[in-house]
């Protein structure tokens, strides 16, 4: 091993090294061929000691979790060799995690211009592997807190029904805490420290891009999960998010992958057979569309309205003053005031966003890729384009909103050359029927309705 930093593209080895848990803290363990290791830490508040019951549970997610948040360093170098240091994987554990680099890393190879789908192999041993028991959790849910729309409905959905909740997140970002503080749940916010030596490897060239940062935090509260004592982890993605935003070269690429329910459903399956077949990780909105979910957070009333925000450009550089929730330059502005904008009073919309995004010619070009006209919609946390297309067709109809200059410019240009029969707004409105959600939490589902 080398204190000297490599120049990771020109690395053979992506290696897994070893991961433990000290005092609260994760540490999870990498390295390009000998080069310095990359040390990232998980810090878990007040974390108790691990009952004897739950240590094998324990041991199992915290592996998981090493080799999960591995994707933020694998796609650094991309080497064509993945060498997983200690215990043999099995099979299944392999192809979870083949599945998981190879989907979640295909906007990266998108924008990159590479094809990842021959490179990643995790190594295995063929073995049968004994299936998780149950190690008797609490009855009590995990809900993660994003700041935004989506989050906050699940929670009151929950809320709804009476059952024990904790809202939850990972970072440090004050506008998540506050909107977390809101619910009136009690709160774990779990913090996670990149290593440092990951920015050094940029530095040196290394490829860089989206990664399915979703799938991290959600191994992330499977440890907390066993740790604290909860038998669900239950998310608030919703159904849209599993349709691809392109195709390159065969291969759908999807900016939202691990919040789709293809890698829901590998990740309750896998955590039911892997760490706790008692332990459930599911998405509450699942059966629901993008609209559906708006239009559930314009009926909570204004008890969110000042301290959400789906802004991701707040969260890295805006800062948490009200006045920054919402930078209107970026498509989840664009698309969140759009699909509010049928169910919210338009002076109180307006107030939210600081001005009318639906009045800006110099807007047009991005309204028109969140409809999939003459554009695929951006690669960020948006609504189908059909949905998009219902949206502001429903507001063509309204007195309110159609003279606005985007609304205007639809109904003149893009409205002619669309089929009328796609575009009602009620369709969008009616659940579907996959979904994981534990029958203890159903209840929470028809509050939805």
């Known amino acids: 091993m080398t204190d000297t930093p490599i120049d990771p593209r020109a690395s053979q080895r992506f290696r897994f090294i070893r991961h433990g848990f000290t005092d609260g803290v994760a540490e999870l363990v990498y390295a390009f061929d000998e080069g310095p ?25 915290l592996r998981l979790l090493h080799l999960v948040a591995g994707v933020s360093y694998y796609k650094a170098g991309i080497p064509e060799t993945i060498v997983v240091e200690g215990e043999a994987l099995d099979e299944d554990s392999a192809a ?5 680099y190879v989907h979640g890393l295909a906007e990266f190879a998108y924008r990159n211009r590479l094809d990842l789908r021959s490179r990643i192999a995790f190594p295995f041993e063929r073995k049968v592997a004994a299936r998780a028991p149950a190690i008797g959790l609490p009855h009590r849910s995990l809900l993660p807190i994003g700041g935004g729309k989506d989050s906050v409905v699940a929670v009151e959905a929950v809320k709804s029904i009476g059952a024990d909740a904790t809202a939850t997140w990972v ?31 940029n530095r ?79 998405s509450l909105l699942r059966p629901w569309s ?29 800062g948490p003053k009200p006045a920054d929730r919402w930078c209107g330059q970026c498509p989840k502005c664009h698309f969140v005031f759009l699909a509010l904008a049928p169910f919210m009073a338009k002076p109180r919309l307006v107030s939210i966003f600081g001005r009318n995004l639906l009045d800006d010619d110099a807007l047009a070009g991005a309204f028109d890729a969140l409809l999939e006209y003459k554009d695929h919609k951006p690669f960020e946390c948006v609504g189908e384009g059909a949905e998009a297309r219902a949206a502001l067709a429903s507001l063509a109809e309204r007195p309110e909103w159609r003279e606005d200059a985007l609304v205007a410019r639809f109904r003149r240009e893009i409205l002619p050359q669309l089929d009328r029969d796609e575009l009602a707004l009620e369709p969008w409105l009616k659940p579907g029927a996959s979904h994981l959600v534990p029958q203890r939490l159903v209840g929470a589902l028809d509050a939805l309705g």
């Open 96 to 100: 979870m995690l083949d599945a998981l």
């Open 290 to 318: 993008e609209l559906a979910v708006t239009s559930a957070f314009a009926r909570l009333g204004g008890a969110y309205f000042d301290v959400f925000s789906s802004c991701n450009r707040n969260f890295r550089i805006l």
């Open 204 to 282: 040196l060239g290394a490829w860089n891009g989206h990664i399915p940062v979703t799938a991290i935090n959600s191994v992330i509260l499977t440890v907390a999960a066993v740790l604290y004592g909860y038998d669900s982890v239950v998310f608030a993605n919703e159904r849209s998010a599993s349709v691809a935003t392109l195709e390159y070269e065969g291969q759908e690429v999807n900016h939202q992958w691990s919040k789709g329910f293809g890698f829901e459903k590998t990740l309750h399956d896998y955590i039911h057979t892997h760490i706790a077949a008692d332990l459930d990780y599911c």
């Open 37 to 61: 290791e990359l040390i990232e830490r998980v810090t878990f508040p007040g974390a108790p000691a691990v009952p004897a019951e739950r240590e094998a549970a324990f041991a199992a997610a």
């Open 171 to 201: 970072g440090n970002s004050p506008l998540i805490a506050e909107c977390a503080a809101r619910t009136g749940l009690s709160t774990l916010n779990i913090s996670r420290e990149l290593a440092p030596g990951l920015f050094e490897l």
